[in-house]
């Protein structure tokens, strides 16, 4: 089958590999009708996660058609099913608690010292996420092998097109759970540090959940455009101190929640991010939280900090100071996607929730390197690349 493989920093390809088989009985095999490129697909695009080898097959927003099913798996062949990207085998400590993505069961015993020796803990099993999240080939390709198959999937009705679910695999989950776990409350001013896919999802979850005003935080200005068509207020950084800004805006109290969907890989001309990037261009430091840096001290006294985006290795001069003495609640971690695509699934339906707004562009699976490319230098114009493994190259 074709599949898009890692074979270095920039340099993803499309390599001809053998076709996944059924390894377990609760396996199946999916035939991948749609596919994404994920911003965090970017950080392993610019070699900011460890763990990655030549030739893993990437991806971890797909769906498609079940082909193949082993002996458990409760699935049948012919159904369309969006698959999480968390992998979490349903019955362990964590899953019974709907932390799907803390279960260990879904990373293999041989990879779990990585993330131990990192973290404290082992991590979730990711699809198409360097070995520290498991090794597993992802689904930027013709066929995957999606384990624990009973748990994970959601079948799709007949009849609905895969772009209105497709991001039932990550990003609008990832963006109800940063409203959520922002503690909404009627009336709320919310902030929101990036409007990329999840920026715009949580945008989006925000009002849903009773917030008042959404103030939306970026430098492209189509991104912010489509902000504003959910109703938020925005704030071009290249153009506005942002702190300043947000005082101005909220009476000098600010926001009640902060919402940060940026991470590791902030952009913007600030000295701190500028010592940032020199660190981890010389080895000497790994992220760049200029975001959750900028959240935290712009958050009102007593307030909420959420933060969907993706961290890594460790931080200089975090605001701890700033965070205890305002009294701020933090809450993050990897998204629990088989917690919430059942309830999403029918606010698409009801068309509650808005998805395929945000598709810019609809590729072929073998353009995909291209796509990186694209997703990676024109964020202003490319707000979400679809790959489609059964589309013919124009």
């Known amino acids: 089958m074709k599949a898009l493989a890692w074979h270095g920093k920039h340099d993803v390809r499309i390599d001809t590999v053998d076709d996944p088989e059924?390894?377990?009985?609760?396996?199946?095999i999916i035939k991948v009708t749609s596919t994404a490129i994920c911003g965090s697909d970017l950080h392993l695009y610019d070699g900011y996660i460890p763990t990655m080898q030549a030739g893993d097959?990437?991806?971890?927003?797909?769906?498609?058609?079940?082909?193949?099913?082993?002996?458990?798996?409760?699935?049948?062949?012919?159904?369309?099913?969006?698959v999480?990207?968390?992998?979490?085998?349903?019955?362990?400590?964590?899953?019974?608690?709907?932390?799907?993505?803390?279960?260990?069961?879904?990373?293999?015993?041989?990879?779990?010292?990585?993330a131990q020796e990192?973290?404290?803990h082992e991590m979730s099993g990711l699809f198409g996420y360097s070995h520290m999240t498991g090794g597993y080939a992802g689904g930027q390709a013709e066929y995957v092998r999606v384990p624990f198959s009973d748990v994970g999937p959601i079948v799709i009705p007949d009849g609905v097109a895969d772009d209105k679910v497709l991001f039932l695999s990550d990003i609008l989950p990832t963006g109800w759970q940063a409203a959520e776990y922002a503690?909404?409350?009627p009336g709320d001013t919310v902030a929101v540090w990036g409007c990329g896919p999840v920026g715009l999802?949580?945008?989006?979850?925000?009002?849903?959940m009773g917030a008042e005003r959404v103030i939306a935080i970026d430098h492209f200005p189509h991104r912010l455009e489509l902000a504003k068509k959910f109703g938020a207020e925005t704030i071009n950084f290249e153009e506005s101190a942002t702190y300043e800004a947000l005082m101005e805006m909220t009476g000098?109290?600010?926001?009640?929640a902060v919402i940060d969907a940026v991470g590791l890989e902030a952009h913007g001309m600030f000295v701190d991010n500028i010592i940032d990037q020199i660190k981890a261009s010389t080895f000497l430091g790994t992220d760049r939280p200029h975001s959750i840096r900028q959240a935290i001290i712009a958050c009102r006294k007593g307030g909420r900090v959420s933060m969907p985006a993706v961290y890594g290795g460790f931080v200089d001069k975090f605001p701890l100071g700033a965070f205890m003495e305002k009294g701020l609640t933090l809450k993050t971690g990897q998204t629990h996607v088989q917690h919430y695509?059942?309830?999403?699934?029918?606010?698409?339906?009801?068309?509650?929730?808005?998805?395929?707004?945000?598709i810019s562009h609809r590729m072929p699976l073998t353009d995909a390197p291209k796509g990186y490319d694209l997703f990676k230098n024109h964020q202003n114009e490319t707000t979400k690349i679809v790959l489609k493994p059964g589309m013919t190259a124009a």
């Open 201 to 208: 999802f949580a945008v989006q979850s925000a009002f849903l």
């Open 57 to 82: 097959i990437l991806g971890h927003e797909f769906m498609g058609e079940v082909v193949e099913v082993g002996a458990k798996s409760t699935l049948k062949k012919g159904q369309r099913v969006v």
């Open 22 to 28: 059924i390894v377990n009985p609760r396996d199946c």
């Open 341 to 358: 695509m059942p309830a999403l699934l029918n606010a698409i339906m009801e068309d509650k929730i808005d998805t395929e707004f945000l």
């Open 252 to 256: 000098g109290i600010g926001p009640d």
């Open 183 to 185: 503690q909404i409350e």
């Open 118 to 120: 990192l973290y404290g």
């Open 84 to 114: 999480p990207f968390t992998i979490a085998c349903g019955s362990c400590y964590h899953c019974n608690k709907h932390q799907y993505s803390a279960c260990p069961n879904g990373l293999p015993a041989d990879n779990q010292d990585i």
